[in-house]
C-alpha cells in the first residue's frame, strides 16, 4: 500500500514512499517492499509497474526491500520492462535516472524457526477460527497470540521467544497459564511453493479462562461474589516459581492475571 495520509492531512511531504507487492514468475513468488526516497512528491504505485523485477536479485524466503533513489552511484542502474514505454513522461524521466539497492527488508516481520524452540508445535491448519482471536484445537477453546500483530516491531520476535521459554519452562505449573504448544506453519514469505522449507512459529496457543481477568472483576464492582481472599496468595505463589527459576514477570497488571471458572 502507498503512504499518502500526509498529503491528505496537509502534512509535510514523506521523504520516501513504500509499497509492498508478491511478485510471481512460473511457480515461484517473492515478496517485496519498493522504497522510492524523493524530494518532491511521486506516486510510487505507476513506477512499481515499470519495474523488471525478473532481472533483479531477489531473496528467497523473506522480503526483499528495493531501495530507489536519483543519487547516481548507489548500486546499479534499474531494468524497466516494456510498459515503460507508455508510461507518462513523469514515471519515464524518473525511472531512467533511477539506481537501486537490494536488502533484506529490516521492517519484515520475523517468525521464529520451530526447531529452535524446545515445544510441541500444533499445526496451524488443524486450528479452527472462532471470532478474532479465540480458536478451536482438539475441541478445546484457546487464544491464538499471533508473531503478526498490528503495529509488530521486529523486537516483538524476541518477545515472543522468551514467552515460550517461559511457558516450557514453567508447564504444568500451579496458577500459571498454560499452553497448548506452538502453532506451526509454512514461512509465509516462501518463494518456492512446491519446496519444503523448515517450518516457522506464527503464534503461541493459551488456555482461555471463562472467569475474565482481575480488570474485569473489579470493573463490575463485584468482587465480593469471588473467592477473591485466595488472589493475593495464588498471585504469590505464581510470582514464587518465577523467582525461584531466576525469572522475573517485566508485566504484572490486573488485565494480565485471569480467573477460571472456580
Given at each position: 500500500m502507498e503512504d499518502e495520509n500526509s498529503l491528505a492531512e496537509k502534512k509535510p511531504e514523506p521523504s520516501s514512499r513504500s509499497q509492498t507487492l508478491i511478485y510471481h514468475d512460473d511457480h515461484k513468488g517473492w515478496w517485496i517492499n519498493v522504497t522510492l526516497i524523493a524530494r518532491k512528491t511521486q506516486r510510487i504505485s505507476g513506477l512499481c509497474g515499470m519495474i523488471n523485477f525478473k532481472s533483479l536479485p531477489l531473496l528467497d524466503n523473506t522480503v526483499t526491500e528495493i531501495l530507489l533513489e536519483q543519487v547516481p552511484g548507489i548500486s546499479g542502474t534499474l531494468d524497466m520492462n516494456n510498459s515503460a514505454e507508455g508510461a507518462s513522461n513523469r514515471n519515464a524521466n524518473l525511472a531512467g535516472n533511477l539506481r537501486y539497492c537490494i536488502r533484506e527488508n529490516p521492517e519484515r516481520v520475523i517468525h521464529p524457526l520451530c526447531n529452535e524452540l524446545p515445544f510441541h508445535q500444533i499445526d496451524a491448519s488443524e486450528i479452527t477460527e472462532d471470532g478474532i482471536f479465540h480458536i478451536s484445537h482438539n475441541q478445546r477453546l484457546y487464544i491464538l497470540k499471533v508473531v503478526n500483530r498490528p503495529l509488530y516491531w521486529p523486537r516483538d520476535t524476541d518477545v515472543i521467544r522468551k514467552?515460550?521459554?517461559?511457558?516450557?519452562?514453567?508447564?504444568?505449573?500451579?496458577?500459571?497459564?498454560?499452553?497448548?504448544?506452538?502453532?506451526?506453519?509454512?514461512?509465509?514469505?516462501?518463494?518456492?511453493?512446491?519446496?519444503?522449507?523448515?517450518?516457522?512459529?506464527?503464534?503461541?496457543?493459551?488456555?482461555?479462562?471463562?472467569?475474565?481477568?482481575?480488570q474485569q472483576a473489579f470493573a463490575e464492582h463485584r468482587t465480593g461474589m469471588y473467592p477473591?481472599?485466595?488472589?493475593?496468595?495464588?498471585?504469590?505463589?505464581a510470582l514464587s516459581h518465577f523467582h525461584e527459576a531466576g525469572w522475573t514477570h517485566m508485566d504484572i497488571k490486573v488485565s494480565n492475571i485471569v480467573r477460571d471458572a472456580e
Open positions: 514467552e515460550l521459554e517461559s511457558l516450557a519452562c514453567f508447564y504444568n505449573v500451579p496458577n500459571i497459564v498454560h499452553t497448548a504448544g506452538a502453532a506451526a506453519s509454512d514461512n509465509p514469505y516462501k518463494t518456492f511453493k512446491t519446496r519444503n522449507v523448515p517450518p516457522v512459529v506464527i503464534g503461541i496457543l493459551l488456555e482461555v479462562h471463562s472467569g475474565g481477568s482481575l477473591w481472599r485466595q488472589w493475593p496468595i495464588q498471585i504469590g505463589s
